[in-house]
């Protein structure tokens, strides 16, 4: 079975998306890596993380228009906003029960 790789955009790579991909590093059913927007993110944003994934989870609307400006020249993989501000500390317990709500609810719908 092919596992579903799933691309996580913040704006710094430090707390939301970097919970998630911590969170969902040992799932059987999908790959998951982690982005950031903003020029000072740990890891930025590039053309290959587009290409590579198969859906993309954005924390907040302002990272999918990032997204579609930077990148939507090419053909974007799905689209998905989070709604889920910037207001947490990495692995806050509010935080994960979120990211874990939104992707389990991702990962029923792609592998059904």
Not at 49 to 68: G, S, V
Request: with cysteine; net charge neutral; aromatic share 4%.
């Amino acid at each position: 079975m092919t596992k579903l790789k799933i691309l996580v955009v913040c704006s710094r790579n430090k707390i939301r998306s970097l919970t998630a991909e911590v969170l969902y590093k040992n799932n059987p059913h999908i790959i998951v890596r982690s982005v950031g927007t903003s020029p000072s993110a740990r890891r930025k944003i590039t053309q290959a993380n587009i290409d590579w994934a198969d859906t993309i989870l954005c924390m907040e609307q302002k990272h999918m228009q990032i997204i579609q400006q930077q990148f939507g020249k090419h053909n974007l993989p799905t689209l998905q906003v989070l709604d889920i501000a910037d207001e947490y500390e990495y692995m806050d317990p509010e935080l994960v029960e979120m990211l874990q709500r939104e992707i389990e609810l991702i990962l029923s719908s792609n592998l059904d």
